[in-house]
């Protein structure tokens, strides 16, 4: 599980050198533009011409409509020098034919920013989210409202030279009562020390502990993570965002057994072509959450994109993500026949800005998954016509 770290929004000049001036208006500019209260109604039309994720070379897939309306809310508040954040968001997925599949979507988080001394800021944090499973997920024609819930705190002092970071984290997952076998509590401890130069760029050395229980099964996955994370804005172009670990991963179970090897995250983006802004990412981790493993999944990610501005109103873009998963697992537990899967997706995303406070998305894609013993194949389609009015 790769965990980003907090960072203090930096400024730099082109021979890479931080004004602190500058550094300080752009944080107080943000600080500002996050103060009172936003709202944002929104309307989505999905199409999907698969809805219960069969394999369509075999069988005939059901497609269907889902409409979303939703309310997002934010609220800022400053309180001297610290911050009170506040964001809600509610919508309906209502499936016009499909309709038991229907379900309410629910996202909220609850942050504040306390600042002492010079530099340092904790930033203590809440988050509540609940949604509709993915049937590619569960593998099952059966309904699933899948619950989330997450307490804990970041701290840092980042400054020139050396400084301390540090976080903890508390998770829960809690499904359906036929999917409880996936209920999930874990608990996260991360430290470390930093080292940022302006000419260099932000280095930091971390030892990340991450303990992850399935309660129904009883099993309990432990992750140890040795890492450096780097960031440093290379040209006022280009951004590089580095983070590599060396995993340590162990179960209570046997026969789910341990994985010794790297994980990483790394992003680099760069707008070297006028109005294109090119971003290239991958990514492996520990995945504990699964409805599939009863142990953890090693899941490796990569995803370009692009994002052409057409006009100050108008962008298009193009992306394509490739993803694959191995799963361990205690077969005596919970028995399962697929132990590794591969996930594609390429799309494109169309936006249009037709006022400062409505604008239109559409974006459509093709998925693809396959696994390694043929059961649970599918394909399709989705696209996604978006509208968004703010208040």
Not at 51 to 69: A, F, K
Not at 153 to 160: G, V
Not at 240 to 259: K, N, T
Request: a neutral charge; charged letters at 25%; one cysteine or more.
């Amino acid at each position: 599980m790769l965990v980003a770290m907090p960072t203090v929004l930096r400024a730099q000049d082109n021979d890479g050198s931080t004004d602190p001036k500058r550094v300080n208006n752009a944080t107080e500019q943000r600080r500002i533009s996050d103060y009172g209260l936003h709202l944002t109604a929104g309307l989505d039309l999905l199409y999907d011409d698969n809805v219960y994720r069969v394999d369509d070379r075999v069988e005939n897939p059901t497609d269907d409509l889902i409409v979303t309306p939703s309310l997002e809310a934010t609220y800022g508040m400053p309180v001297g020098r610290h911050d009170i954040l506040l964001r809600g968001k509610i919508g309906y997925d209502r499936f016009v034919s499909e309709g038991q599949r229907s379900k309410l979507r629910l996202d909220t988080e609850a942050k504040a920013n306390v600042r002492f001394g010079a530099t340092c800021l904790i930033t203590p944090r809440a988050a509540y989210r609940q949604q509709r499973a993915d049937y590619g997920d569960i593998n099952s024609a059966t309904e699933n409202l899948q619950k989330f819930a997450t307490i804990g705190a970041d701290f840092t002092c980042e400054r020139p030279g050396l400084f301390p970071v540090a976080s903890y984290e508390h998770d829960t997952t809690r499904n359906a009562d036929q999917f409880d076998y996936a209920d999930q509590t874990s608990d996260l401890f991360m430290g470390g020390i930093g080292y940022a130069m302006p000419s260099l760029g932000t280095l930091t050395a971390y030892y990340e502990r991450v303990n992850s229980k399935r309660d129904t099964l009883g099993i309990e996955n432990r992750i140890n993570s040795y890492g450096l994370r780097f960031q440093r804005a290379v040209t006022p172009i280009t951004q590089i965002d580095a983070d590599v670990r060396w995993l340590d991963v162990s179960s209570e179970s046997a026969a789910v057994g341990g994985y010794d090897g790297l994980g990483w995250k790394v992003s680099l983006s760069t707008q070297a072509i006028p109005r294109l802004k090119l971003t290239a990412t991958t990514e492996r981790a520990i995945i504990n959450d699964s409805l599939i493993a009863s142990g953890f999944a090693i899941d490796t990610s990569y995803r370009i994109q692009g994002e052409f501005s057409i006009s100050e109103l108008t962008s298009a873009g193009l992306y394509a993500e490739w993803d694959r998963r191995k799963f361990r697992q205690d077969a005596a537990l919970r028995p399962y026949s697929i132990t590794a899967d591969r996930n594609r997706r390429f799309g494109g995303l169309l936006k249009r800005k037709l006022s400062d406070r409505f604008d239109l998305s559409l974006d459509a894609q093709h998925y693809t998954r396959r696994t390694d013993t043929s059961i649970s194949n599918y394909s399709g389609t989705q696209v996604t016509l978006g509208a968004a009015l703010h208040f």
